[in-house]
């Protein structure tokens, strides 16, 4: 069985390089070539154009930054949808609007072609790992088919409804992260403002009620000025863009994310929105007029 890869960025770089490792045949394409190059190296098939690929691939997998991208690719002139033949399964694992995915899926299924949308939480590191949380939207069947081939890139696999559902579940995630890092950037603004050392506030804070994955990723990144992306800001502005319409679309008002959502476009007008999105504590540090950093000598006894 040979899978199809398209979008070898931050994220699809590393998924694409724990299927190889899982043994897994892959025919990768992307605009940048020296990523296609990378994973040549490794032994992975490269094709002129998405028909070709899409031509010799059971599965296909699209790790693309929107809705548009996801669209132009699948179903766009010269797309997937140009070279896949009937029984072909396309499981886009880019974060995008459940409705972009539904009417993919629509158009998809008229030539015989399933869609499973399944998009992942964790970040960089966990593609890195092979430990990525996936969510799944589209028919169950197809779904457990293909359980195993996701389990190759991931911690856990979670079957959430029809489709379209993997891309709700994610919304619901990218307001969590996004909350939760503008929770984090407050209490150590205010912990550095007050004169107590933000890590060992983070220490002091990490084992209990407060503590969360979110804080464990994105403190040291803050305490240390490293904003490398990870997760850009204008990716996450976004996700928060398909979050506010869709939350509108049935009709549930969304205040903090709202909130964050402007902190973000603040920080973007400042020229950060290639940055990772733990640059939200700048927000905050302006606000104050200080800036987060570690400032103990002693090690942490706990
Ligand atoms: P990225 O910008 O690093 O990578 C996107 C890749 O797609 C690039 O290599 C780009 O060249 C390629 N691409 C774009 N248009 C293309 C086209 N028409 N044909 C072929 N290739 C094309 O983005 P990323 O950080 O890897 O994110 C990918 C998706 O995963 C996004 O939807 C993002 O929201 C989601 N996501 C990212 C993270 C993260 O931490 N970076 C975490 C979870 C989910």
């Not at 209990?208 to 464990?216: F, I, K």
């Not at 909130?259 to 927000?283: P, Y």
């Amino acid at each position: 069985m040979k899978i199809g890869f398209i979008g070898l960025g931050i994220m699809g770089k590393p998924m694409a390089k724990n299927l190889i490792n899982a043994g897994h045949q892959l025919v990768v394409l992307d605009l940048n070539k020296a990523s296609v190059e990378e994973l040549k190296g490794l032994g992975a098939e490269t094709a002129a154009s998405k028909v070709e690929l899409a031509s010799q691939c059971d599965v296909i997998i699209t790790m693309l930054p929107n809705s548009p991208e996801v669209k132009e690719v699948v179903l766009g002139e010269g797309g997937i949808i140009e070279g896949a033949k009937p029984g072909t399964v396309v499981i886009d694992m880019s974060s995008i609007a459940p409705l972009a995915s539904r009417e993919i899926h629509a158009a998809l299924r008229e030539k015989g072609i399933e869609l499973l949308d399944a998009p992942v939480s964790g970040g960089e590191p966990k593609a890195i790992d092979g430990t990525l949380a996936v969510m799944v939207g589209g028919n169950r069947e197809v779904f457990d088919k293909h359980y195993d081939l996701l389990m190759d890139m991931a911690a856990s696999v979670v079957y959430v409804g029809e489709s379209g559902a993997g891309n709700v579940a994610k919304l619901c995630n990218q307001v969590v992260v996004a909350i939760n890092i503008s929770a984090v950037s407050e209490a150590l603004t205010l912990a550095q403002k007050a004169g107590v050392d933000p890590d060992l506030v983070y220490q002091a804070i990490r084992g209990g009620l407060a503590g969360s994955t979110v804080m464990d990723a994105k403190a040291p990144m803050m305490m240390d000025r490293n904003f490398k992306p990870g997760f850009k800001i204008d990716l996450h502005i976004k996700d928060l863009n398909n979050v506010i319409d869709t939350s509108h679309g049935v009709g549930v008002p969304l205040p903090l994310t709202a909130q964050v959502m402007e902190i973000m476009q603040a920080i973007k007008l400042d020229g950060s929105g290639v940055e990772d999105h733990s640059s939200i504590v700048k927000f905050y540090e302006k606000l104050a007029n200080t800036e987060v950093g570690r400032t103990a000598t002693e090690e942490v006894k706990s």
